[in-house]
Nanobody, 121 residues
Framework: QVQLVESGGGLVQAGGSLRLSCKAS????????WAWYRQAPGKQRELVAS???????NFADSVKGRFTIARDNAKNTVYLQMSTLKPEDTAVYYC???????????????WGQGTQVTVSS
């Protein structure tokens, strides 16, 4: 089992920055793809950023140029650096790990409990 714990959320003024962290523990498959999602009140959860196996970040159009994603393998931690935050970035942010099991022929998804980010105008 894989456990994910997010941290780093909080209240910030528009234009400010935050760095979210996602600490992973347990038996982490080597083919795990890491991503950050967010869910604003009354809206569906959306993909914000993902990290390819080559450590290249893919981003939603709404956050391109403002957010970066990175990982520290030694610490089993994935980060989401958010800059130039806007009120519309307000949401609960979730860390996600997805790994494909060739044995069971399925994708296993792991989720953290979420961390609240609130951006005031």
């Amino acid at each position: 089992q894989v456990q994910l714990v997010e941290s780093g959320g909080g209240l910030v003024q528009a234009g400010g920055s935050l760095r979210l962290s996602c600490k992973a523990s347990g038996r982490i498959p080597k083919n795990t793809v890491w991503a950050w999602y967010r869910q604003a009140p009354g809206k569906q959860r959306e993909l914000v950023a993902s990290l390819t196996s080559g450590d290249t970040g893919n981003f939603a159009d709404s956050v391109k140029g403002r957010f970066t994603i990175a990982r520290d393998n030694a610490k089993n931690t994935v980060y989401l650096q958010m800059s130039t935050l806007k009120p519309e970035d307000t949401a609960v942010y979730y860390c996600n790990g997805a790994s494909y099991s060739y044995v069971f022929r399925r994708t296993d998804n792991y989720w953290g409990q979420g961390t609240q980010v609130t951006v005031s105008s």
